[in-house]
């Protein structure tokens, strides 16, 4: 159903002049590491194809074509896990059981940490919700967040007693307001992300587990964006907690892991109550088990965990000033780039981000927890378009990909002035400067000539009117009628 429309605007042209790199930038001229679905091709709505311009690596970033290789070499060998005594089984359990044992050395974890595998960082983080410490039934403490939260690290906290801090405009005040809050005691936990989703700006972990720990509290870090650009050493950072997901990491399948500390998380009530977490069961009582598995209750995903595995391993591999020099300067290269376009605006949240502590990258592979900086993530707004529009744009007339809305962070968006949401450019290893040149090309153009094409409100979302362009044979042929995701909406 229509319910507004935007006409084109009629002296529509196509290819605009792209910004020229300079040498700064040549490092990012080639992607650092193959992923599945780098070359596909994305058909245009004036006609004709283009190279699919992912710059959505935020939302779920593409399989590493090493993951690839790995799942189909695996799966042959899938089962069911830890409850068969067959070939397949027994190869099937040794590969998730072993994935816990990878995935606690990329983040530098304790020989004692537990590693849950659960559905996705929300999950793992609810699952956390659930174990925080209580006498008789009634919680021992309060969770401390700021206002910059996803949704996935704001939610869980405001089933249980729970104080929330409003950042400050830079992550030195920030940091002096938590402290204050923490004075005050009271506080068992404070949960904090390692990189904002919506802007990329990352947060002092060691300092704020240091600070947190002043005041017998714990901390969780919400990683699910840092993982996939920073190194992370939980044990050298003193985190007591820590989730992510497989598919921002470059692995598919969706699996989440929690890594820390197992006294709360034996402790706690289990996650998922069914075969596999319990000791004992009777008919009317049940005896829980202690470890993962507590949390693990029916058949895990072991390809999800496999994958997961695979995928810090090669992350893993990197050498460090070559991933982080090749974020950087597709970075530096768009922020430069949307900086001298009338009327585009480039969003942060702390004036001293960049700044503050160690500058990203320094340190011995470590810049996660001695410093901040910024990750392959560039927010931004166009003066005049609705974000949506200006996505729906992107991709109609220029086969390029982001994200626009409010990043499940409605409360950040409306901190920034952004209501009604904005637009994130993503990117990581499988990333190329072109992906950046293309952007700003497409924005360049749109301030100058207006849009090509005449767009209506379907659903929620923007899409291009009498759109003909068609899916795979195997996927349902229905371009722009999926509806706008709940957190776009106001």
Known sequence: MTTATIPAT?????????????????????????????????PLIQGGHVRYANLDYGASAPALSVVSAYLNEILPYYASVHRGAGYASQISTSVYENARTIVREF??????????????????????????????????????YLDIEHHANLLPWQRVPHRSVIAAPTLAATLELLRAELAHGGVSLLAVTGASNVTGEILPIRALAALAHDYGARIVVDAAQLAPHRRIDIAADDVDY??????????????????????????????????????????????????????????PNVLGAAALARATQVIADLDVDQWH???????????????????VTVHQIFSDSASFGSPAGAGPGN??????????????????????????????????????????????????????????????VGSRLEDAQRLLAALQELRRTGLGWDYVVDAGRWVPSNDTRSYPHWAPNTPGTAGAAPCTQD
């Open 10 to 42: 009629p002296d529509f042209q196509t290819g605009a002049s792209p910004a020229r790199p300079d040498a700064r930038f040549a490092v990012a001229r080639r992607p650092l590491a193959a992923v599945t679905g780098a070359e596909i091709q994305a």
């Open 107 to 144: 983040v530098g974890g304790r020989p004692d940490d537990a590693v849950i595998f659960t559905r996705n960082t929300t999950d793992s983080l609810n699952l956390l919700a659930g174990c925080l410490p209580a006498v008789d039934g009634v919680h021992t403490g309060e969770v401390l």
């Open 242 to 299: 820590l989730a992510f997901s497989g598919h921002k990491l470059y692995a598919p399948f969706g699996a989440g892991v929690l890594i820390g500390r197992p006294d709360w998380l034996d402790a706690g009530t289990p996650h998922l109550a069914g075969g596999g977490a319990v000791q004992d069961a009777r008919i009317d009582s049940v005896s829980w088990t202690t470890g993962p598995a507590r949390h693990e209750g029916g058949s």
């Open 325 to 343: 020099a090749h974020e950087n300067a597709i970075r530096s290269f768009l922020v430069e780039g949307l900086s001298r376009i009338d009327g």
């Open 367 to 428: 810049a996660a927890g001695t410093g901040t900086g910024t990750i392959g993530v560039v927010n931004f707004s166009v003066e005049g378009y609705d974000a949506g529009l200006v996505a729906a744009y992107l991709s109609a007339e220029h086969g390029i990909g982001l994200r626009d809305g409010r990043f499940c962070a409605h409360p950040l968006l409306r901190r920034l002035g952004l209501p009604s949401g904005s637009l994130r450019a993503s990117f990581g």
